[in-house]
């Protein structure tokens, strides 16, 4: 497998732009996680999805963060508007149930700066 | 909700030296641990994963070890290498999430 995919690597935006992440977990995992890792507050759980439905999602630092899993395949993080504040390396995750063996796997991360 | 700590949150050690990272965390009922190696400007790689039922892992030079009841794991690292030069983060399983320490930022001098 191709592992966790995400996309786009590098992002530069505009204060009030928005701003969509995205990701593909690796496939048959039923878990997949959004982080978000600043120098300041290290890396942060926004939100978890089990099966596509979202977990918990009390990480989401605010109303402008959404996240969806439309499928098994593909999930979204989008920003609306942007602000600098949130200039951070977003990462995805994806693991098997949450058994005792289960590794989580990261992607490459998204890279945003918001200017 | 799960607290994890690591320490040290910086380490510096001379080539060829074994060293220790510690991990705590504040809630034992954990499904694993694992512990990831993150380098500059990249993603991260997961280095050991601990069951709850075990007591340690070993990859190579590094071994790991998990005391549940007291809520701590340890890295250790043996023979020490330039290339072992990275932040080390350690994270703990709960029942569907995983919540992550601040990370030790190791520097191995040639």
């Known amino acids: 497998d191709a592992g966790v995919i995400q996309s786009p690597r590098h992002e530069v935006t505009e204060m009030g732009q928005e701003v969509t992440l995205r990701c593909k977990p690796i496939s048959g995992h039923d878990y997949l996680f959004w982080y978000r890792q600043t120098m300041m507050r290290g890396l942060e759980l926004l939100i978890y999805?089990?099966?596509?439905?979202?977990?918990?999602d009390s990480g989401m630092p605010e109303d402008r963060f959404s996240a969806k899993m439309p499928n098994a395949s593909f999930s979204t993080l989008k920003i609306q508007p942007s602000e600098p504040r949130d200039s951070a390396v977003y990462f995805c995750a994806s693991s098997l149930a949450s058994g005792a063996g289960n590794t989580i796997y990261f992607g490459e991360g998204s890279w945003l700066t918001v200017v | 909700k799960q607290e994890v700590t690591q320490i040290p949150a910086a380490l510096s050690v001379p080539e060829g030296e074994n060293l220790v990272l510690n991990c705590s965390f504040t809630d034992s009922a954990i499904y694993n641990l694992q512990w990831f190696r993150q380098d500059p400007g990249k993603g991260l790689t997961s280095l050991l994963l601990i069951q709850s039922s075990q007591r340690e892992q070993t990859s190579g030079r590094l071994n790991a070890s998990l005391d549940k009841s007291s809520g701590r794991s340890t890295l250790y690292i043996a023979a020490s290498q330039p290339g072992d030069s990275a932040t080390y983060l350690c994270a703990v399983r709960g029942m569907g999430d995983m919540r992550f320490g601040a990370g030790t930022r190791l520097t191995v001098k040639p």
């Open positions: 999805f089990n099966n596509n439905v979202p977990i918990d």
